[in-house]
C-alpha cells in the first residue's frame, strides 16, 4: 500500500495547502456575502449637489473644505494615495464627515480625479467605516441610482439611522424595482447590505429596527433579484430574536417554500439556534417522506441545520436518521447538519492551519486523505492538475479517493496518467510541456476525462463529507495526531 505524504516534495505540499486555503477563502466569501458594491455606491457624477446638512445646493465649493481635511481629501482622487488617504481619513473620526458628505456632494470633487467612481466609493466606505449617523441626512438627500450607476443607499442603510428610514421603506417596497430595465435591483440590494451591516456592527437603534422589521418580514420569500444579503439575512442581523420569533411562528411555517428556505437559511448562517420547545415542535411538524427535488431539500437541509446549531440532544437522532438514510434527497439535507452537530463545518479550516503551521508529519491518516483529495479537486481538471507538483502524489491520490469512496475518480487519475507517452514525467516541467504539445491543436488530451470528472464533483464533495464525519474526532482541534510520521492506507 502506499505511504500518504510521508514522501512527497514540498512543492507539492505547498501546491496542496494552497488547494485548501482557497476553498476555505471560498467557505468564507459564500457564507459571508460581500455588501462592498453596495457599499461604495454614490450618486453619479451629473447628480445635483447636496449641503452637509441635506439640502440640494448647486456645485459645492472646495473653499468650504476644512482647511485641516482639505489636503487629505485631495489625496484621495490620485490612485497612488488613495489608500493611505483613505486610511488616515476613517483615522479622523467624526470631525471629517462633514467634510466627506460636502465633497461627496460636489460633482466636480470626484470627476477632476483619474476614476471618479473610485473616488466616490472611497468616500462612502470612509463614512461607512466611522458610523457617524450624523452623516445620514446629506446621504438621504441624494438621488437614487441603479444599473452601473453609483447609489448611496447601501453606505446609508449601514449607519442604522432613522433619518434613513424614509428612503430604505421606499427601496423594501415590494413595487420598487430599477426603472432602466438592468433586470436587478441594485437599490434594493444596497438597502438590505447596509441593513445588514448595521444590524452586525449593533448601530440600528430601535426606531430604525422596528421600523423596517415589518417590511423586511414582507420580502422574505418573494425572490428579490438582489444581490448579496437576503431580507430574511438582514432581519437576522437587525434582531435575531425577533426573527427566531417570526420565523419559527405557525403563520409564517404555513407560508411554505421560498420564505421557509430562506428564512432558516439566515438563521443558520448567522450560528442562530432555537429553544428547547420550538425544536421540539418543528421535529413534530416536519414530514418523514424525503424530500421532492432540489427547493425541498434545500428547505428540510435549513432547518436540520438550525435544529443542529440550537444542541438539544432530541436533534441528534433525527439528523443522523437524514444522513443515513438510503434516499438520496434525505442524505443530502442530513449530511450538512450532521457536519454542523459534530463541530465539523470548519474541519477543512483546521486542517489546512495544521498543514502549513506544523507540517505533513503532524496529521494522521484521515488529515493526509482530505488533504490530497481537497488537493486534487482545487485543480479543477487534469491540465492543470499534471501541470502542478500536486501531480507528482497522484498515486497517493488515487488511494485517498479509493478511501472515500471515490474509487471511479481514481480509475479515471490512472487512466490519464496512462496517456503519457513512455510513462508520466517527475518533472513539473517536462509534464507541462508534455501537456501543452498534447493540447496544441486546441484539444485537450483529458478532454474526456474532464467532461466525468465535472459531472462527479457534487458526489465526490459529498463522500468526502461523510468520511469526515465518521472521522470526526479527527478534525476538532483537540483531536489527538500530533506525532503521526507515517501511515498506510488499509482496505
Not at 63 to 87: F, I, K, N, Y
Amino acid at each position: 500500500m502506499l505511504p500518504l505524504l510521508a514522501t512527497v516534495s514540498p512543492e507539492t505540499i505547498v501546491f496542496l495547502a494552497a488547494g485548501v486555503a482557497v476553498v476555505i477563502v471560498l467557505i468564507v466569501v459564500l457564507r459571508l456575502p460581500s455588501a462592498k458594491a453596495a457599499r461604495h455606491s454614490v450618486a453619479s457624477a451629473g447628480s445635483p449637489a447636496t449641503s452637509a446638512d441635506g439640502g440640494a445646493s448647486g456645485p459645492v465649493s472646495r473653499a468650504m473644505l476644512s482647511p485641516q481635511h482639505r489636503p487629505l481629501l485631495d489625496r484621495l482622487r490620485a490612485e497612488e494615495t488613495r489608500h493611505d488617504a483613505l486610511a488616515a481619513a476613517i483615522a479622523c473620526g467624526s470631525a471629517i464627515v462633514p467634510d466627506l458628505t460636502i465633497a461627496l456632494a460636489d460633482p466636480s470633487f470626484a470627476s477632476k480625479a483619474d476614476v471618479p467612481d473610485a473616488v466616490r466609493w472611497a468616500l462612502l466606505e470612509a463614512i461607512e467605516k466611522i458610523g457617524d449617523p450624523r452623516a445620514a441626512p446629506a446621504l438621504a438627500a441624494m438621488p437614487r441610482a441603479c444599473c452601473g450607476a453609483v447609489d448611496p443607499t447601501g453606505t446609508l442603510a449601514a449607519l442604522g439611522a432613522p433619518a434613513a428610514l424614509p428612503v430604505l421603506l421606499a427601496a423594501l417596497s415590494p413595487m420598487s424595482a430599477c426603472s432602466s430595465g438592468c433586470g436587478g435591483n441594485p437599490v434594493l440590494s444596497g438597502a438590505l447590505a447596509g441593513i445588514t451591516i448595521a444590524g452586525r456592527k449593533r448601530r440600528a437603534s430601535p426606531e430604525f429596527r422596528d421600523a423596517l422589521a415589518p417590511a423586511l418580514t414582507e420580502l422574505v420569500g418573494v425572490g428579490t433579484k438582489s444581490e448579496g444579503p437576503s431580507p430574511a439575512d438582514a432581519l437576522t442581523a437587525l434582531d435575531p430574536e425577533l426573527a427566531t420569533r417570526t420565523f419559527t411562528s405557525d403563520a409564517f411555517i404555513a407560508r411554505g417554500g421560498g420564505a421557509v428556505h430562506e428564512a432558516f437559511q439566515a438563521l443558520a448562517n448567522a450560528r442562530v439556534g432555537v429553544d428547547g420547545a420550538v425544536c421540539t415542535r418543528m421535529l413534530d411538524a416536519m414530514p418523514r417522506r424525503a424530500p421532492e427535488g432540489a427547493a425541498e431539500t434545500a428547505t428540510l437541509t435549513s432547518i436540520l441545520r438550525v435544529l443542529a446549531i440550537s444542541g438539544h440532544a432530541e436533534a441528534r437522532p433525527r439528523i443522523y436518521a437524514a444522513w443515513t438514510a438510503s434516499e438520496p434527497t434525505l442524505r443530502s439535507a442530513g449530511r450538512l447538519a450532521a457536519l454542523t452537530i459534530e463541530g465539523l463545518e470548519h474541519a477543512e479550516t483546521f486542517v489546512g492551519e495544521r498543514l502549513r503551521t506544523e507540517g505533513p508529519r503532524s496529521l494522521s491518516l484521515p488529515q493526509r486523505v482530505v488533504v490530497l483529495v481537497r488537493g486534487f479537486l482545487s485543480s479543477a481538471g487534469y491540465d492543470a492538475f499534471f501541470s502542478t507538483p500536486a501531480a507528482g502524489a497522484a498515486a497517493d491520490i488515487e488511494t485517498a479517493l479509493r478511501t472515500i469512496g471515490a474509487g471511479e475518480t481514481a480509475d479515471e487519475i490512472a487512466t490519464a496518467r496512462g496517456r503519457f507517452r513512455g510513462g508520466m514525467p517527475t518533472d513539473v516541467e517536462e509534464r507541462k510541456r508534455r501537456v501543452e504539445e498534447a493540447g496544441a491543436g486546441g484539444q485537450s488530451a483529458f478532454a474526456d476525462l474532464d467532461h466525468k470528472l465535472y459531472e462527479d464533483m457534487g458526489s465526490i464533495e459529498e463522500r468526502l463529507a461523510d468520511y469526515i464525519i465518521t472521522h470526526a474526532a479527527e478534525f476538532r482541534p483537540r483531536a489527538a495526531t500530533a506525532g503521526v510520521t507515517t501511515a498506510t492506507l488499509t482496505s
